[in-house]
């Protein structure tokens, strides 16, 4: 099963190294964000992106990387998946979950 997300205008797709978001009505690509570690999700209308450094806060409208919230996931090196519940955003990482507050 490919890992994907749906957003408010794109579906984010992770190929395994890159996420791509996909225009819901063609699955046109509309940007691109190398070096993720999964999908994304959504939270305060942007979407966020898991990558080696930490959390990317992307431009919804051109993929651009207006930050990088840093994290530290010890020695986890494998996918991410993430989930926003209000305020609080869940990381799955492996079989374990992390709430980041």
Do not use: C
Not at 3 to 26: C, E, K, V
Not at 31 to 52: C, D, F, K, S, Y
Not at 60 to 75: N, S, Y
């Amino acid at each position: 099963m490919t890992p994907t997300r749906t957003i408010p205008g794109a579906i984010l797709w992770w190929t395994g190294s890159q996420t791509i978001a996909l225009n819901p009505t063609d699955l046109r690509p509309i940007w691109t964000v190398r070096n993720t570690l999964g999908p994304g999700t959504l939270m305060a209308e942007h979407p966020l992106l898991p990558t080696p450094a930490g959390l990317a806060v992307i431009n919804p409208t051109d993929g651009a990387v207006l930050r990088t919230i840093p994290v530290d996931r010890g020695e986890h090196k494998g996918s991410i998946t993430l989930s926003a519940l209000g305020p609080v955003l869940l990381e799955q990482r492996g079989p374990t979950v992390v709430a980041l507050h």
